[in-house]
């Protein structure tokens, strides 16, 4: 079973800065998931990646498979960029193992 | 398309009473899971289906069961529910690895 951890837990940051949150993983991985969670609100999935990097908007996510990390990065955050980030490994037939996710305000 | 859908969206139970959690999905992915998500442990995977007929456990499945008798409904039923498993409940449905989540219900238990 893979062991997916985060960090940090939890992270403050001011409307602007670049935000990157981390993500180590135990054994090799099938596909590596970032996943955005609002408070009260449900999940939706952010990015599903292998290898690489990709983008979309604001958001980057990276991989390395050599080094079991991936990392989350978000340019110019605003407030509505707070959420809970969470990473996961897996996804096919038999479900996901996620980390604990970060908790990310971003103050105006 | 509603993609995946959960009902209730709120519960609250009695220990020792028991209720089904709905789920279905439009989308004809074979993949469906259930989840618990609890303050300090995250996401745990409770029960998972690769496909009509066939289910399996997770990590975190006593006190739950499941069955998928069509590609589209994934229930979860608490048979006597109990106050550990006042959580918050996602069911999943994938294609491929590409996840999509329903809204969630929130249970709790007295």
């Known amino acids: 079973k893979n062991e997916v951890e985060q960090s940090p837990q939890n992270l403050t940051a001011q409307e602007g800065e670049f935000i990157t949150i981390n993500c180590s993983y135990s054994?090799?991985?099938?596909?590596l998931h970032w996943l955005q969670q609002h408070p009260g609100g449900g999940i939706v999935s952010l990015f599903m990646?292998?290898?690489g990097k990709k983008k979309h908007g604001r958001l980057i996510a990276t991989i390395n498979i050599q080094e079991k990390h991936s990392s989350l990065h978000i340019t110019a955050s605003h407030p509505r960029d707070s959420a809970v980030y969470i990473c996961?490994?897996?996804?096919?037939?038999?479900?996901?193992?996620f980390g604990k996710g970060t908790h990310l305000i971003i103050q105006p | 398309n509603a993609g995946v859908t959960q009902t209730p969206k709120f519960q609250v139970l009695k220990t020792g009473q028991s209720m089904t959690l709905q789920c279905a999905q439009d989308?004809?992915?074979?993949?469906m899971s259930w989840y618990r998500q609890d303050p300090g442990m995250g996401l745990r995977l409770i029960h998972y289906?690769?496909?009509?007929?066939?289910?399996d456990q997770g990590e975190v499945p006593n006190g739950y069961n499941v069955s998928r008798s069509t590609t589209e409904d994934f229930p979860l039923r608490l048979l006597s529910a109990a106050p550990s498993q006042t959580s918050v409940y996602f069911c999943?449905?994938?294609?491929?690895?590409?996840?999509?989540f329903g809204p969630g219900t929130r249970l709790t238990v007295l």
């Open positions: 289906s690769v496909g009509a007929g066939i289910t």
């Open positions: 990646l292998s290898s």
């Open positions: 989308m004809n992915h074979e993949y």
């Open positions: 996961a490994d897996g996804g096919g037939a038999d479900g996901l193992t």
């Open positions: 999943a449905s994938s294609y491929g690895y590409e996840q999509f």
């Open positions: 054994v090799g991985i099938s596909a």
